[in-house]
C-alpha cells in the first residue's frame, strides 16, 4: 500500500488552479521531496491530503485511507509539521508536547520527544517564547513525532533556519525515516532535499512537472552535458556539422576551442570521433554535466537557482 496516492487531483481557486491533475504515488518508507518554487501549489496539495481543503477534481488516499471520507483516521496515523506553525509563547516545550500527546491521545514521555528534536534537559522547561527559531522549528517538529506517525507531512520545515538549523533538521530527518516513518518534504529549496530525499517531484505552476531520484530526474531532462574540446584547428564546417550528429544539440567554435552541448551522454564519444575523423586533432577534452540547480531551474522555467532567490531570508537565525 502506497503511504500517499493521489489520481487527478486538482484545486481551483477561481481562476487559479493551484493543482492540476496530480498524480503521484508515494511508497510506504520512501522520504519524497516535494519541491517546486513559491506558488507551485505545494501548500495546496498538502492541504488536500490532510482535508483542509478540498479537491475540485481527482482524489487522494493517504495510508490507504480516503482524504475525504476518512479523513480522522488518517490524522491519527499521520504528524504535520505545517509552514507557519504557532507555538505558545508561555508554554515549555514539555507543555508543547503534553498538549500536543492530548490532541492525539498518544502516551509516552514527553522528555523522549524532545530528546530526539535535541531540546532534551533545561531547553524542555524553558518557554517557547524564549527559543531561538531554530528550537521552536525543533519543538514543532517534536510535536509532530508525538504518537509515532507512520507518515510525516512537512511543510517548508527550513524556511528561516540557518545553515546548522538546516543540517539539524535534516538529520532529525534522516533518523526518523531509518526508524521507517515515510517522510514528504516540500521545499522551495533543492539544497535542502536533494542530500535526504529518495525521490523528488518537481511542481511548478500546480503541475507536477518531474519526478524521479536525481539521476532519473537528469534523465528526464536530458541531463544536457557541455564537452569543450582543445584543437588544434576548428575546421568551421565540422561545426556545421556536428548538430547532425544523434543527441548533439549545438555546436561552437571559439580560441581554439570547440564547444559541444550533447542531450544524451552517448553523443559525447560520437563527436569526439566526428571531429577527428575530419581530421582535427583533440588535444584536450573537458566534459561538464548540467548541474542540479540549472535542471531545477529549467524545470520551473527560473533562470535564477532557487538559492539565489531565497539567499537574504536563507542567513536568518
Ligand atoms: N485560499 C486560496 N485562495 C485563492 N488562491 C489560493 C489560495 N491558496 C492558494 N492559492 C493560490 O494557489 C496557488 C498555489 O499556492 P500554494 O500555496 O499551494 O503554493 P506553494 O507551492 O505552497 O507556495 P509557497 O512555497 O509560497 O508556500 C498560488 O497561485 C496561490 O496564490
Same mark, same amino acid.
Given at each position: 500500500?502506497?503511504?500517499?496516492?493521489?489520481?487527478?487531483?486538482?484545486?481551483?481557486?477561481?481562476?487559479?488552479?493551484?493543482?492540476?491533475?496530480?498524480?503521484?504515488?508515494?511508497?510506504?518508507?520512501?522520504?519524497?521531496?516535494?519541491?517546486?518554487?513559491?506558488?507551485?501549489?505545494?501548500?495546496?496539495?498538502?492541504?488536500?491530503?490532510?482535508?483542509?481543503?478540498?479537491?475540485?477534481?481527482?482524489?487522494?488516499?493517504?495510508?490507504?485511507?480516503?482524504?475525504?471520507?476518512?479523513?480522522?483516521?488518517?490524522?491519527?496515523?499521520?504528524?504535520?509539521?505545517?509552514?507557519?506553525?504557532?507555538?505558545?509563547?508561555?508554554?515549555?516545550?514539555?507543555?508543547?508536547?503534553?498538549?500536543?500527546?492530548?490532541?492525539?491521545?498518544?502516551?509516552?514521555?514527553?522528555?523522549?520527544?524532545?530528546?530526539?528534536?535535541?531540546?532534551?534537559?533545561?531547553?524542555?522547561?524553558?518557554?517557547?517564547?524564549?527559543?531561538?527559531?531554530?528550537?521552536?522549528?525543533?519543538?514543532?517538529?517534536?510535536?509532530?513525532?508525538?504518537?509515532?506517525?507512520?507518515?510525516? &507531512?512537512?511543510?517548508?520545515?527550513?524556511?528561516?533556519?540557518?545553515?546548522?538549523?538546516?543540517?539539524?533538521?535534516?538529520?532529525?530527518?534522516?533518523?526518523?525515516?531509518?526508524?521507517?516513518?515515510?517522510?514528504?518534504?516540500?521545499?522551495? &529549496?533543492?539544497?535542502?532535499?536533494?542530500?535526504?530525499?529518495?525521490?523528488?517531484?518537481?511542481?511548478?505552476?500546480?503541475?507536477?512537472?518531474?519526478?524521479?531520484?536525481?539521476?532519473?530526474?537528469?534523465?528526464?531532462?536530458?541531463?544536457?552535458?557541455?564537452?569543450?574540446?582543445?584543437?588544434?584547428?576548428?575546421?568551421?564546417?565540422?561545426?556545421?556539422?556536428?548538430?547532425?550528429?544523434?543527441?548533439?544539440?549545438?555546436?561552437?567554435?571559439?580560441?581554439?576551442?570547440?564547444?559541444?552541448?550533447?542531450?544524451?551522454?552517448?553523443?559525447?564519444?560520437?563527436?569526439?570521433?566526428?571531429?577527428?575523423?575530419?581530421?582535427?586533432?583533440?588535444?584536450?577534452?573537458?566534459?561538464?554535466?548540467?548541474? &542540479?540547480?540549472?535542471?531545477?531551474?529549467?524545470?520551473?522555467?527560473?533562470?535564477?537557482?532557487?538559492?539565489?532567490?531565497?539567499?537574504?531570508?536563507?542567513?536568518?537565525?
Amino acid at each position: 500500500m502506497p503511504a500517499i496516492e493521489t489520481n487527478s487531483l486538482s484545486k481551483r481557486f477561481g481562476d487559479v488552479v493551484a493543482v492540476d491533475d496530480l498524480s503521484l504515488q508515494i511508497d510506504d518508507g520512501e522520504v519524497f521531496g516535494f519541491l517546486g518554487p513559491n506558488g507551485a501549489g505545494k501548500s495546496t496539495t498538502i492541504n488536500m491530503l490532510l482535508d483542509f481543503a478540498r479537491p475540485t477534481g481527482g482524489s487522494a488516499t493517504v495510508l490507504g485511507y480516503d482524504t475525504q471520507d476518512e479523513s480522522q483516521k488518517i490524522r491519527k496515523r499521520v504528524g504535520v509539521l505545517p509552514e507557519g506553525f504557532d507555538l505558545y509563547e508561555r508554554l515549555s516545550g514539555r507543555k508543547h508536547i503534553e498538549f500536543a500527546q492530548r490532541a492525539k491521545g498518544a502516551n509516552g514521555d514527553p522528555e523522549e520527544y524532545l530528546e530526539r528534536v535535541g531540546l532534551g534537559g533545561d531547553p524542555a522547561d524553558r518557554n517557547a517564547g524564549d527559543y531561538s527559531k531554530g528550537m521552536k522549528q525543533r519543538l514543532a517538529f517534536g510535536m509532530a513525532l508525538v504518537g509515532e506517525p507512520d507518515l510525516l &507531512i512537512m511543510d517548508e520545515p527550513s524556511s528561516g533556519l540557518d545553515p546548522t538549523g538546516i543540517r539539524e533538521m535534516q538529520e532529525i530527518v534522516r533518523a526518523e525515516a531509518e526508524r521507517g516513518t515515510t517522510v514528504f518534504f516540500s521545499s522551495h &529549496i533543492l539544497d535542502h532535499v536533494e542530500e535526504i530525499c529518495d525521490r523528488i517531484g518537481v511542481m511548478n505552476e500546480g503541475e507536477l512537472v518531474a519526478v524521479g531520484t536525481l539521476d532519473e530526474l537528469h534523465a528526464q531532462i536530458g541531463g544536457d552535458a557541455h564537452l569543450e574540446l582543445s584543437v588544434d584547428d576548428v575546421p568551421e564546417q565540422t561545426v556545421d556539422t556536428l548538430p547532425d550528429i544523434a543527441g548533439v544539440s549545438g555546436a561552437a567554435a571559439r580560441n581554439g576551442m570547440l564547444d559541444v552541448t550533447c542531450t544524451e551522454s552517448a553523443a559525447k564519444a560520437r563527436a569526439i570521433n566526428h571531429v577527428e575523423d575530419a581530421g582535427t586533432t583533440v588535444l584536450d577534452i573537458q566534459v561538464e554535466d548540467q548541474d &542540479i540547480d540549472d535542471l531545477f531551474a529549467e524545470l520551473t522555467g527560473n533562470g535564477s537557482t532557487p538559492e539565489e532567490e531565497d539567499a537574504p531570508e536563507e542567513v536568518v537565525a
